[in-house]
């Protein structure tokens, strides 16, 4: 890999933290928002649910821990 593509690779992981970010500000919020990929609802599992705290589609392809927000 050269330098160039580590700053790409570096720019795109930025972006995708952003719009998890981004995310999981909507679904804690309250508001409905369905999977990019198979367009189900997005829930959020919350730690006192007794599992690990994410957010996941019912298919499981959008599948956001938590533990770096919390
Ligand atoms: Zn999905």
């Known amino acids: 890999m050269n330098e160039q593509q580590f700053k790409d690779l570096k720019k795109v992981s930025a972006k995708s933290f952003n719009d998890q970010k981004a995310l999981i500000k909507k679904v804690l919020a309250g508001r409905n928002v369905a ?15 007794n599992s690990t705290p994410g957010l996941y589609c019912a298919k499981g392809c959008t599948n956001i821990a938590l533990d770096f927000v919390l």
Not at 35 to 49: E, N, R, W
């Open 35 to 49: 999977c990019q990929h198979c367009g189900t609802q997005i829930k959020a599992v919350l730690p006192d649910d």
